[in-house]
T-cell receptor, first 115, second 111 residues
Framework: GAGVSQSPSNKVTEKGKDVELRCDPI?????LYWYRQSLGQGLEFLIY????????KSGLPSDRFSAERTGGSVSTLTIQRTQQEDSAVYLC?????????????FGPGTRLTVL | GQQLNQSPQSMFIQEGEDVSMNCTSS?????WLWYKQEPGEGPVLLIA?????ELTSNGRLTAQFGITRKDSFLNISASIPSDVGIYFC???????????FGGGTRLMVKP
């Protein structure tokens, strides 16, 4: 079946602009996660959605970052007033749910470059 | 926050050789996971370990959850070119609320 999909695959933007990154989780998965991967680094947790519960935003690095999940499915990560240090690959993952399930299925990521 | 130290950072080996990489932490983790990431893709789960001392195999891959719950290793036997990629360890803390990733081991295999 279809895996996690993300769009766009690449995004180049100018410093100060806003960007929106989209994630389509695996159908039926109730948990959705966003991570950031800087060049040559591991994955940094950003935000976690579980069903209709309030999201865990503890990993968001600043108030310029926000995320929504509509209808318990598609999620959008928004970065306002982008900075050069925001350049990274943004990965989305989903899992079947039931709390923080560890076997997460990742999308291919969106590579963001802020000039 | 918690840190996972993964080593080595990179390895360049000959096809057919065995590979070993490990992760250590100053804190206890309840679950250890090993992922592989290929260029342009997201990480894919290879092995999950849920109990201290657990030794689990998946084909040519073997991973162990350390007795102290502060470390884990991954071995790849008889490496092949398609093993190339970045291998990440990840741990889940006592609260079970967050997945912490190591910095990754970049594996390169020479045919």
């Amino acid at each position: 079946g279809a895996g996690v999909s993300q769009s766009p695959s690449n995004k180049v933007t100018e410093k100060g602009k806003d960007v929106e990154l989209r994630c389509d989780p695996i159908s039926g998965h109730t948990a959705l996660y966003w991570y950031r991967q800087s060049l040559g680094q591991g994955l940094e947790f950003l935000i976690y959605f579980q069903g209709n519960s309030a999201p865990d935003k503890s990993g968001l690095p600043s108030d310029r970052f926000s995320a929504e999940r509509t209808g318990g499915s598609v999620s959008t990560l928004t970065i306002q007033r982008t900075q050069q240090e925001d350049s990274a690959v943004y990965l989305c993952a989903s899992s079947p749910g039931g709390g923080f399930v560890y076997e997460q299925f990742f999308g291919p990521g969106t590579r963001l470059t802020v000039l | 926050g918690q840190q996972l130290n993964q080593s080595p950072q990179s390895m360049f080996i000959q096809e057919g050789e065995d590979v070993s990489m490990n992760c250590t932490s100053s804190s206890i983790f309840n679950t250890w996971l090993w992922y592989k990431q290929e260029p342009g893709e997201g990480p894919v789960l290879l092995i999950a370990l849920y109990k201290a001392g657990e030794l689990t195999s998946n084909g040519r891959l073997t991973a162990q959850f350390g007795i102290t719950r502060k470390d884990s290793f991954l071995n790849i036997s008889a490496s092949i070119p398609s093993d190339v990629g970045i291998y990440f360890c990840a741990g889940v803390d006592n609260a079970g609320n967050m997945l912490t990733f190591g910095g990754g081991t970049r594996l390169m295999v020479k045919p």
